[in-house]
Structures are given as C-alpha cells and as structure tokens.
C-alpha cells in the first residue's frame, strides 16, 4: 500500500498567529520542528499498519519548510517550489490513500489563519461548490480515485473536511478561540491523537470513497477586492462576472482548473493597496 501526505502549516499543533507561519519571523523554527515531528507520527504509524511507501510534500508556502534530515528515512520527501501542483504534487492513481495534515479552514470561514491559497481570495467555487484548499486538494485526489483517509488541523477544519468527505477521520489538534488565537494540545498529546486516528483510517479506508471532480468543471474565484479580480482576469480564458469581483475559468477538467487557480491566485497577489 502507498501513502501520500499533504503537509500543511498553520494547522499545525500550538500555532495560534502568523509568527509561526512566515519564516521571517521569530516563531517560525519552532513550527517548523513541530510540523516535521507531527509528520513523522502520521509515517510510522502508517509503516506500521501495511503501508509500504510513504510520499510526503511540502504544502505550506515556499514549500520547503520540513526537515528533511529529521523525516522518516523510509519516507520521500517533495520540497520547494514551484510545483506544477503545488500542494498535491507527485499524487498519481497508483496510492491507496491520502491524508492530509496541519491544514486549516477555507477563507471567509471561522478559524485559525483561515484562507484559500492566499488572503485575498474569498471564497474558491467548483461549480457552485464553495472549497478550500482542502476540497480544491480532495478533489484533485478524486480525480486519480484517490480517497482522502484523514484530516488533521484545527477544529474548523475538521468539520470542512466532514462536511465534504463522508467517513473521513478527522484528528482535531487545537480548538479554535479567533483567527489568531487557540485552545490546543500539548505536541506530545497531539501525537499520540494523530497515531490513533492515523491507525483509524488505514482500518477505515475501505469505507471512504474518493471525492469525484464534476467533468468540465468552472473555477470561480471570489476575490477581496476588483483589483485582484482584473489581475487574474489577464489570464486567458477567464471572464469577470457582472457586478463582482468573481472570475471564472471553465477547465477541461480539475487538474486544469487546479493549475488555472495557481496562476490566477498568484497574479492576484499583484494588486497594491494605493
């Protein structure tokens, strides 16, 4: 059996605000060990349980952010960027499963440094359904038929991936109080949450289907303000919706939409305040 793992950051055990997520900042070591460590829980437990080979990327930010002399050594790790898709890079029908661990909720939504991508995207559609990068990456495993065992992250996003994945196993870290503050575990308690609940769907995993992509799906991306939209909206194939600040892109399938949302987020970004 082959694992894959999406690891993210702000979901993370402890890490409450920013200054544990930008590596600018004086917080930014500690996550960094706290987020390798909480990985590594999620691989031994996954060798222990008939899984033969564990695929881990890198999925927050500039995606280089695990020591990768402190992993598994069974494990193989994807680090940096760019990546053509990005938080799911390397994912190919040929896995069992995926989990994916330190994420958080969708923008507009309540939680710990909730966002889609970047600040300054609203809301993502697939077709009329409102995702994040939980449900943007779930359905990218879908269209490969790849199930999405488990979510581990805050709370919020615990509930996200419930919503969207019927028995999906969820291992709750830290309990939402606002976007920049939370009730969490101890890095000690957490990991051995995230043994249990990893255990949990590897022995669940023949009762979660693959979250399955619409054919010929529309990207909608529902930015802050119409400056992002008209810089997104440079990307061929992309209309501004009347009266919004709503660009769509109608793919030819997820993996298409995917990537459009890498250049039209990564565009958007462009716009200043004055």
């Known amino acids: 059996m082959k694992l894959y793992l999406s690891v993210d950051m702000e979901g993370i ?35 222990s349980n008939e899984v033969k080979e564990v695929l881990v990327n890198d999925s927050h930010s500039k995606m280089n952010n695990l020591l990768i002399d402190e992993i598994h050594p069974d494990a193989e790790l994807i680090t940096g960027s760019v990546k053509p898709y990005s938080m799911m890079q390397g994912l190919d029908s040929s896995f069992s499963g995926a989990i994916f661990v330190g994420y958080h909720a969708r923008g507009a939504q309540k939680g710990v440094l909730s966002h889609s991508m970047t ?4 809301n993502f559609y697939i077709n009329d359904v409102a995702v994040g990068e939980l449900g943007f990456n779930a359905y990218v495993a879908g269209y490969y038929g790849v199930p999405v065992l488990m979510v581990a992250g805050d709370d919020c996003a615990a509930r996200e991936a419930e919503e969207l994945i019927t028995n999906v196993v969820t291992a709750p870290v830290k309990e939402t ?30 009762n979660v289907n693959p979250l399955v992509p619409p054919d010929h799906p529309t990207l909608r991306i529902e930015f802050m303000n119409y400056g992002q939209a008209e810089w ?22 997820i993996l298409e939409a995917y990537q459009a949302m890498i250049v039209m987020t990564d565009l958007a970004v462009r716009t200043t305040s004055s």
């Open 177 to 206: 109080i606002s976007r920049s503050s939370v009730k969490s575990l101890t890095p000690k308690k957490a990991g051995e949450l995230l043994q249990q609940k990893t255990a949990d769907a590897l022995h669940n995993r023949s």
């Open 13 to 47: 055990t402890g890490i409450p605000d920013y200054t544990f997520v930008d590596s600018s900042k004086h917080n930014y070591e500690r996550s960094r060990r706290i987020m390798t460590e909480e990985t590594n829980h999620v691989i031994r437990t996954a060798y």
């Open 119 to 122: 600040f300054g995207v609203r």
């Open 232 to 253: 997104a909206n440079l990307m061929p194939g992309t209309e501004i919706e009347p009266n919004s600040t709503i660009v769509s892109f109608r793919a030819k399938d």
